[in-house]
C-alpha cells in the first residue's frame, strides 16, 4: 500500500511540473500584442501593421520640453539610417500636443526623417513616469524584453542604441 500512495504521489509531481510558473515570472511584467492608430506630421496614420513590416520596431516616447529627449534625437536619425536596411523602423510618439510648433522646429532641426506621430491611449500602459521611455516591438506585435525589462528610460547615444538594436536584430 505504501508503495502505491508513493507511486502515485510522484505520478501526480511528475505531471504538475510542466504547469508550474517560476516565481521570477510571477513579478514580470508582460504586454499582449496592442492595437493603435497615430497620425504623424505628414497626415500620414501609422497603426500595428507597420510591426509586421519590420523585424524591430523601436517606440520612443518623447517630449518637446525634455532637453534629454531632444539631445538624442539625432543620434536616433543617425541610428535609423545605420539599421533601418537590416528590418529597423522607429516612431516618435510625443503628447504634448499644444506644443506642435516646437515639435515641428525640433524634428527639422534634428533631420528627423523617422514618422514622428501623436499620442494615443493605448500607450498609456507603457508609461513609466519619464522621458523618454522607449520600447522595442517584434513582428508579432509582442514587446521585446530589452536588458531585463520590458522599457528603457532615459536618453542614449548613438553607440548605446546601436549595441541594443544589434542584440533585437
Same mark, same amino acid.
Given at each position: 500500500?505504501?508503495k502505491?500512495?508513493?507511486?502515485?504521489?510522484?505520478?501526480?509531481?511528475?505531471?504538475?511540473?510542466?504547469?508550474?510558473?517560476?516565481?521570477w515570472a510571477?513579478?514580470?511584467?508582460?504586454?499582449p500584442?496592442?492595437?493603435f492608430?497615430?497620425?504623424?506630421l505628414?497626415?500620414?496614420?501609422?497603426?500595428?501593421?507597420?510591426?509586421?513590416e519590420h523585424?524591430?520596431?523601436?517606440?520612443?516616447?518623447?517630449?518637446?520640453w525634455c532637453?534629454p529627449?531632444?539631445?538624442?534625437m539625432p543620434?536616433l536619425?543617425?541610428?535609423y +539610417?545605420?539599421? =533601418?536596411d537590416? !528590418?529597423?523602423y522607429i516612431?516618435?510618439i510625443?503628447? &504634448?500636443?499644444d506644443m506642435l510648433s /516646437?515639435?515641428?522646429?525640433?524634428?527639422q532641426s534634428a533631420g528627423t526623417?523617422y514618422?514622428?506621430?501623436?499620442?494615443?491611449?493605448t500607450?498609456?500602459?507603457?508609461?513609466?513616469g519619464?522621458v523618454?521611455?522607449?520600447?522595442f516591438v517584434?513582428q508579432?506585435g +509582442?514587446?521585446? =524584453?530589452?536588458? !531585463?525589462g520590458t522599457?528603457?528610460t532615459?536618453?542614449? &547615444?548613438?553607440?548605446d542604441?546601436? /549595441?541594443?538594436?544589434?542584440?533585437?536584430?
Open positions: 500500500m505504501k502505491i500512495f508513493t507511486a502515485i504521489i510522484v505520478l501526480i509531481l511528475a505531471l504538475s511540473l510542466p504547469g508550474c510558473i517560476p516565481l510571477l513579478n514580470e511584467k508582460t504586454y500584442q496592442f492595437s492608430s497615430v497620425t504623424d505628414s497626415g500620414n496614420i501609422i497603426t500595428e501593421s507597420v510591426f509586421a523585424k524591430v520596431t523601436m517606440i520612443n516616447f518623447w517630449e518637446p532637453s529627449c531632444v539631445h538624442e543620434d536619425e543617425l541610428l +539610417q545605420a539599421y =533601418k537590416d !528590418g529597423f516612431i516618435g510625443y503628447s &504634448s500636443t /516646437s515639435v515641428k522646429s525640433i524634428v526623417t514618422p514622428i506621430a501623436d499620442y494615443c491611449d500607450f498609456d500602459q507603457f508609461q513609466t519619464y523618454p521611455t522607449t520600447i517584434d508579432k +509582442q514587446v521585446m =524584453k530589452v536588458k !531585463g522599457s528603457l532615459g536618453a542614449r &547615444s548613438f553607440t542604441w546601436g /549595441s541594443i538594436v544589434s542584440d533585437l536584430l
